[in-house]
């Protein structure tokens, strides 16, 4: 686990520059490369025309931001808000980039973790069936907590009474 969040710190310093911090005091030539590098990484999801977004976005960045400690998701909001998807498309797709990226490692890590756990508890008196169902439900817990299980027990009673005839 330790080696998933070391490499998830490895990405977030790929996207460091995009901080509002950073765009207002780095130079511009220093954007640039750090904008070509990303554009060379996620070549499939951001491509070479971020490099001239960047440049633009730079000299925009001080206008509507008032604070430069705002977060990935304020400056995204920022963009929308000023209409400037448009102009900048892959500045857009880098921030959604950076900021999806830790969702999609921690339900990852959750979901092994509902796993283990159930393993652990259960394993000597669990066929591979029930465990099965058993980790469906612990990692479906949402949809599990909507059931109303007083419906679920009346139905399978109807359906498996048994009568004793005397």
Known sequence: ????????SNIADDFQFLSAHSLSVTPVEKLKKYAADLAIKYNEDVD????????????QVKAILPDLNAT???ILNAIKK???????????????LFLTMPVTVASGERSFSKLKLTKT????TM?????????????EHEITKSIDFED???DFASIKSRKIKF
């Open 152 to 154: 679920v027990i009346e």
């Open 1 to 8: 686990m330790k080696w998933r969040f070391g490499q998830l």
């Open 121 to 124: 508890y259960l394993r000597s």
């Open 48 to 59: 070479q025309e971020i490099i001239n977004e960047i440049e633009f976005f730079k000299y």
């Open 72 to 74: 990935a998701l304020n």
């Open 127 to 139: 066929s591979q069936n029930r465990l099965t169902y058993s980790a469906i439900l612990s990692i």
């Open 82 to 96: 000023y209409e400037l998807d448009s102009t900048c498309p892959n500045l857009m797709t880098a921030y959604r």
